[in-house]
């Protein structure tokens, strides 16, 4: 055989191999039991909450994020727009973002920024706003239900939170450094844009700081909070006083939370791992029963490969939950063929109503099974499910009429719980 035959039938061998790593790093795993608390409470008439932890990926506008929300929202219905931060860059006017409309005596600060003090550390998306004696903002917000996070300090101000010409709440906020918040209601119902304003109360001279902001309908249904600080790794999140990041974590209480970091100019592959799994320590310190999701990138840069390995060992060793969209795509060229890229880092609305839809369906598919599947309610899935079911479906309860027809128990169910604890347990 010549010898030029032979190179190709190398690189060929070697295609094979880098196929076969690909195939060996599964697409998902762990889904149903990361996504089941959360989709008890949406088939249920609950309030199923989401929280992203991410960089810009997960909060720039038209990203992946947003087709969730919308799909989520159709699917289960609106519970609100949750948590967002007030003093990031990304407040994109649209819906899940919160468009800031006026004011004047402010100073703000993104996640990555900062001036002397800083008091990033007390929040949890890094960003805040500082009101100046008689200072004021003004925000477009949804939702009739809204919670004001704000910093606390010694010698701290205090401020008024006004809507529709009222005031609905006067705030002092001395005290030991920290964060604090208060809920207002801003009347009526239903999901329509309202004017919120934070405002420096008359004659407060102390420094005054505003982090975020949490809507409700006060409805069940779907709600996603965001906290997204661009261009940084779990290593900026680590930065929070932990006591904060703990408390605001279980002030909103999610039932399940996605994480999407990557090191980001600043670490190294091997201290990224300890980093998220701190991070995932914190998050339980504040919301001990939360469930956690690894999301890794999609491949718009060769080290998401180490990034995607990476999550699958930490989501192995931890029961997490695992998606993999690096291996979604064949590379770049595949995401800017497709125009899915913004700027060969971002997803377009294209790539992001693409990504957003395929999780929506992965959601529904694995977090549906999950709930069918735990027939003993427990919110863990195993053979005490299948007993469970056997009893349940011999005593005809509800809980085993699985399929149509309802009402009746026959082997349609069978095949349907065992679907679901077959799509359950992957
Ligand atoms: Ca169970
Ligand atoms: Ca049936």
Not at 93 to 116: H, L, P, T
Request: charged share 20%.
């Amino acid at each position: 055989m010549p010898a030029t035959l032979r190179i190709p039938a190398i690189a060929v061998a070697a295609a094979l191999c880098a196929h076969a790593a690909a195939q060996d790093r599964p697409m998902h795993a762990n889904l149903s039991p990361a996504l089941l608390p959360m989709y008890r409470d949406l088939l249920t008439g609950g309030t199923g909450d989401l929280l992203i932890i991410g960089d810009s990926l997960t909060v720039r506008p038209g990203t992946f994020t947003y087709a969730i929300d919308d799909l989520l929202w159709e699917a289960h219905g609106i519970a609100g727009d949750g948590f967002r931060g007030i003093g990031q860059g990304f407040d994109a006017d649209m819906r899940q973002g919160i468009s800031a409309v006026g004011g004047n005596g402010y100073w703000q600060s993104g996640a990555s920024g900062g001036r002397e003090p800083y008091y990033g550390p007390y929040t949890l998306e890094g960003g805040f706003i500082e009101l100046n004696p008689g200072g004021h903002r003004t925000y477009h917000v949804f939702g009739p239900h809204v919670r004001v996070y704000y910093v606390t300090q010694p010698g701290g101000g205090a401020f008024q939170v006004i809507s529709g010409g009222k005031p609905l709440a006067l705030v002092g906020t001395a005290g030991e450094l920290g964060h604090g918040f208060v809920d207002v209601d801003l009347g009526g119902s239903g999901l329509d844009v309202r004017e919120l304003t934070v405002r420096a109360a008359p004659g407060s001279e102390g420094p005054l700081v505003v982090s975020a902001f949490e809507m409700r309908t006060g409805a069940g249904g779907y709600m996603q909070h965001y906290a997204g600080r661009g261009g940084v790794g779990p290593e900026d999140f680590l930065t929070a006083d932990r006591a904060t990041f703990s408390s605001i974590v279980g002030s909103i209480d999610p039932d399940a939370v996605l994480i999407m970091l990557d090191w980001s100019g600043y670490d190294e592959p091997p201290g990224f791992r300890a980093d998220i799994e701190s991070l995932i320590e914190r998050v339980h310190d504040g919301a001990p029963g939360a469930r956690i999701v690894l999301l890794t990138h999609h491949p718009f840069k060769e080290t998401i490969a180490t990034q995607a390995d990476t999550y699958l060992a930490i989501a192995e060793a931890g029961g997490h939950g695992y998606v993999n969209l690096y291996d979604l795509f064949d590379g770049r060229e595949e995401l800017e063929a497709l125009g899915y890229f913004d700027d060969f880092v971002h997803l377009s609305p294209e790539g992001g109503r693409y990504v957003g839809g395929y999780l929506f369906d992965l959601f529904e598919a694995y977090g549906r099974a999950g709930v069918a599947a735990d027939q003993n309610g427990d919110a863990e899935l195993d053979h005490t499910d299948v007993l469970a079911f056997l009893e349940s479906f011999t005593q005809r309860r509800a809980s085993a009429d699985l399929a149509a027809p309802e009402g009746v128990w026959d082997y349609s169910d069978v095949t349907a719980f065992l679907v679901s604890f077959g799509l359950a347990s992957e």
